[in-house]
């Protein structure tokens, strides 16, 4: 809402009071974490909070902005190195659930959106569906994935195992790197991998092909 | 923590008390029901809620294993009457999406339950994996499903799935019946069929076994 801040010293500030909010609402609860709080957290003047944030519901709201910003950059960052499809979503995961493992507020603050900021919930959601949607499409033309899949659908549903098994594995039991284990991120590639790669051609279609 | 009741005007009044909180918890959200709007909503006396309950959190925490016992009964009855394992997915999930349409509250109950009570959080998926993850392997053992999946992880990977495509199809945006499009609903069934589905023998294979 409020215009970028437009000296280095104001962007610290800015990027002060996000952080401090990820630990306060993760911490409290939106309804309990107060501006003072999240000030105090972040060593700012109180009277400063307003010269980069309408409100606490405006803070939030951008606080779920960066987070999801944060882990897009993240998982296409590691997907991007990888040789194919395969990889790239296995990376991909990894770097979620990596992520969430270094910010555990992102999922106590994506649950509160649910009735703090509706909005900012359907944004994020949408941005990271918009992208790995286009991801899967691509692949689906470069024939990696199955033609009869809809991306958007496809989309949806490995955000979901993404969603759970990180609750799971990374925020409910971690093992010592803070990660899933890896025998965890094998089945995920696995079951990943049968959803949407594509299938071996089945035998009849061969047979036919040869008669 | 109470005790179950004991006549039918009873069980009457505690199922009243469960509806009410339903709708108000949903509502409000868990910090600004208050035990009087459920017991008005409920017409029940203020009083009576303590015969039933013991306080707002013990209300809650029942709800979510009442909805819990709820969508899982739906779901297996859904599924019990099918053929094979991928038409009882495809009615399991068909079952989860009607579920979710009738009582959009439990999603924003289990969110809640993130901060109100983990533990009834926890209970709740624990409970939906384990009965899911004992189906998995026993269609293993069927030869049903692929035999180098992990049950546990593919039955939180599966209900990752039906959390965010009923989120993104049931609570965002239901087709005429309330339920999600056919189209999504046959995505859902190509995936997860994909996802733990045998695969078909790959061609290396039965060249060898020909040669």
Do not use: C
């Not at 309990?32 to 010269?51: K, M, N, P």
């Amino acid at each position: 809402m409020t215009s970028a801040p437009r000296t280095a010293r104001g962007a610290r500030t800015r990027a002060a009071l996000l952080e401090a909010a990820e630990h306060v609402f993760a911490e409290l609860g939106y309804a309990d974490a107060s501006v003072v709080r999240i000030t105090e957290r972040a060593g700012v003047a109180q009277g400063t909070f307003y010269l980069y944030f309408d409100s606490k519901l405006d803070l939030f709201d951008e606080l779920v902005d960066d987070l999801n910003r944060r882990v897009r950059r993240a998982m296409s960052e590691a997907s991007a190195a990888a040789p194919d499809r395969l990889s790239a979503e296995r990376a991909g995961f990894r770097a979620f659930f990596a992520f969430t493992a270094e910010h555990p507020a992102l999922y106590r603050i994506i649950r509160a959106a649910e009735f703090v900021s509706p909005r900012a919930l359907h944004r994020h959601y949408d941005r990271i569906v918009e992208g790995y949607a286009e991801g899967l499409a691509e692949a689906q033309r470069h024939g990696e994935v199955r033609p009869d899949l809809d991306p958007d659908v496809a989309a949806w549903a490995l955000m979901g195992i993404g969603e759970l098994v990180g609750m799971r594995w990374v925020l409910w039991e971690r093992d010592a790197e803070g990660g899933v284990p890896d025998h965890v991120l094998d089945q995920v590639a696995l079951l990943v991998d049968g959803a949407i790669g594509r299938r071996t051609a089945p035998a009849t279609t061969r047979e036919e092909n040869g008669s």
